[in-house]
């Protein structure tokens, strides 16, 4: 097993250690795993002094244990990510294995005072985004607003005790998207990163703020979640089928229609009509302009009956008519 052993209390040392660790010959922002322990990368960024963005990206080609030491200062550390860990907790330690178990994105927010031990086993495939609040962003607002410190105590708390019902928005998914699987053609420099970490860390503070409602952020069932994107996975995977419904779909995620409808347009900012039209839009893009398909093809294929509504959808969303030639 390969055990790295650090802190949170300085990003240079922490770049540092990692560099020499695992790239030391490296030059570039992204620091890369030699092939005998993983294949991706770590980037580590400051979006001011006070407040660092840590990103992983990497599958595990060795066993690997992580020890986050505790540190004295009451630093805040959000972690986002789309892979699943099971968490035991601990007096003064958080003890997170991997699990191969479905997660479709989640948040889990600590202070640093609690360190935590990390096992990733081979094979693993993580990715992750790590924000930290040093305490000398927080506690001069937390002095001058007592209810807001309360709120992000409770909201700490919470996030423990319901680690795997919190899952990511939309708008944090996508932010996600972009940070840890960038376009690279598209990405000038670490600002890119650093624009999008800091819309990344307002949804969190949104998030905090919902306090001040009766809404819970983290009352949420993380069975639903998993069947509204089952249900995502099967409308994608029948394409070629009329829309069933609805009702049909609440029925399959086992939900009621009400809370199915507004859970699943929470989570894809859609409603499961538009969901299945842009799909099967997507889908008619790639058979005309990839595979060459004539359009009565790709209608005859996704159960198009009306050329003309069909023509004017595929311009609403792409700003081009399926019958040109490029």
Known sequence: MQKYSFDFSDIDVLRNYFRSQLDPDGSSDRIYFPPHIGEGYLCYYKISPEVFLFINNYKAHVDIEYVREPIEEKDIILHFRKYSLDHQIKKNEI????????????????????????????????????????????KPYFLKNNDMAEKMDRYIRHSHQHINKFYLSYKQSILFDQIVSPNINKVENYLFFIARGIRLLETFWKDVLMWETESNPFNINSTQVGNIYKVSTYLEDNLHEPFVGVDHLASMAYMSRTNFFNMFKEIHNQTPLEFFNNKKLESSYNMIFTERLSIKEVMDNLNYSNSSKFKKAFFNKFDIYPDIQI
């Open 95 to 138: 003890i997170s294995s991997y699990s191969d178990g479905y997660t479709p994105g989640n948040m889990r927010c600590m202070n640093s005072q609690q360190g935590e031990r990390v096992y990733i086993n081979k094979g693993a495939v993580v990715k992750s985004i790590m924000i930290v609040l040093k305490s000398k962003y927080t």
